[in-house]
């Protein structure tokens, strides 16, 4: 499947997307990226989407990085050190800007308490994390969980009008628009009797 304009996969211990744009993005860093970042944009704190971040922080030392306050716990968990280069993400009220993708950030607490999305809705791209994959959806069954959001998580993300969903795992994918409801056939109508 073809990558949507100036975006880069590179598969490490997790998926890692790199934005080549004016702003130079990384989306997740489960793979050690060795060019200039100026953003990272974290979908949850699990260890394999956190590993290579020290290094690619260390490398660009203004690099930005923002994530959903809620994974903080994770992330000490996963002996990442915050400082004032962290940034909180706010759903809906965080945009963020790459040049050609503006980005909103979508909350999906379920396969972590803090898990986000990001969505591009004029360039109909959508990062999903792990939330759901070309296969399934993303893991519930961890302290970090909410189980009773997943459903919710999912509805929410393959609603948005997306061309191509890039996940945390695996393949990139297509969601497959909605079938229309197939029409009821109409029975032949009786007569009302009187
Ligand atoms: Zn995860």
Redesign the pocket.
């Given at each position: 499947m073809d990558m949507p304009e100036k975006i880069k996969l590179f598969v490490g211990e997790c998926n890692t997307y790199f934005i080549d744009d004016n702003v130079k993005v990384l989306i997740d860093a489960g793979f050690d990226y060795p060019g200039k970042v100026d953003m990272i944009l974290l979908t949850?704190g699990?260890p394999?989407?956190v590993k290579f971040l020290k290094p690619i922080m260390d490398r660009n030392p203004k690099c930005a990085v923002f994530m959903n306050i809620k994974e903080v716990e994770l992330l000490i968990r996963n002996k990442v050190v915050i400082d004032d280069r962290f940034k909180a993400l706010y759903e809906g009220k965080t945009k963020l800007n790459s040049g050609k993708y503006n980005f909103e950030v979508i909350d999906v607490p379920a396969?972590?308490k803090g898990s986000v999305a990001f969505y591009d809705e004029a360039n109909k791209v959508l990062f999903s994390g792990?939330t759901i994959f070309k296969d399934g959806v993303?893991r519930t069954d961890l302290p970090e969980s909410i189980p009773d959001f997943i459903d919710t998580a999912v509805t929410l993300l393959m609603g948005l009008e997306s061309d191509i969903v890039l996940p945390?795992h695996g393949e990139p994918f297509v969601v497959e628009a909605p079938s229309e409801a197939p029409v009821a056939e109409d029975k032949p109508k009786k007569k009302a009797k009187k």
């Open positions: 949850h699990h394999d989407h396969h972590t792990d993303g945390g």
